[in-house]
Structures are given as C-alpha cells and as structure tokens.
C-alpha cells in the first residue's frame, strides 16, 4: 500500500489531470489536492497553478514549495492513484513544516472521503442537476 521514498511518477498528460479532477478531493489554505485510481502501480503527481494567481516566477515558486512538500511526504501517497496539487497563493507564505503537514493531512483525506459522486451539486448520470430518479 505505502511506496518507499522517491517512488513517484509525475502526470504530464491534461487527460491525466482531467481524470484526476473527477476524483476525491481536498482542501487546504495553500492548495487544493484531487485523487483518483489509476492503472498503474507507482503513484502519479501532478502539479497546477492557474494564471489567476500570479506571474510566472510566483507560479513556478508555488509550484516548487509544493513538489519539495510532496518528496517530504512520498511514503504516504498510496499506490494505484494519481494525485494533482492545484496550488494557491498561500504557498508562498504559508511556513513549509505546515505545507508539507498538509500534505500529509490531505492525502489522508482523500482516501477516507466519500466517493466523489456523493458530493454535493454533482450531476446525475443524465447530466441535469434538477432531475429526479
């Protein structure tokens, strides 16, 4: 279940971020994490920051601190899933040893969450919120 350090692959593909995205989800202050199974043993992460949040040298260093808190963290990813850390803007000023502890807290989440079609507002299988069984 738990992979030794430094075993994980990193997702490059949007499908794979896309696939992600449809999967378990948790919040932090300084990022958001989403999970989903995946096919392969090895654990995918994935990094994101949208434009909203700043100019590239903020994205890029947010992004930095988040892979640096996710090899700090690499024994506690499960294998079989894919992960993606959208990142905020609280990750540049957010202290590491608590970046790299919610991490922690994250991944936990997401494994003892719900399955993501129990969330709330999530569409039915024919699309429309408002339609009953």
């Known amino acids: ?3 030794s350090q430094g075993a994980l692959r990193r997702l490059k593909q ?3 971020f896309l696939k992600a995205a449809r999967g378990n989800r948790a919040g932090r202050p300084a990022f958001g994490l989403q999970a989903i199974a995946a096919d392969e043993a090895i654990p995918g992460v994935g ?6 949040i700043g100019n590239s ?3 890029n260093r947010i992004k930095r601190r988040l892979r640096a808190a996710v090899t700090m963290c690499a024994s506690d990813f499960v294998s079989g899933h894919d992960y993606v850390l959208v990142g905020r803007r609280e990750a540049l ?3 590491f040893a ?3 502890k919610d991490v922690s807290h994250a991944i936990a989440k997401v494994h003892t969450a719900k399955p993501s079609s ?6 039915s299988a024919s699309g429309d919120r408002n339609s009953r069984p």
């Open 47 to 52: 990094f994101t920051v949208t434009k909203k």
């Open 98 to 100: 608590r970046l790299v």
């Open 14 to 16: 949007r499908s794979q």
């Open 57 to 59: 040298p903020e994205r």
């Open 118 to 123: 129990a969330r709330p507002g999530a569409t």
């Open 1 to 3: 279940m738990v992979q």
């Open 93 to 95: 000023s957010e202290p």
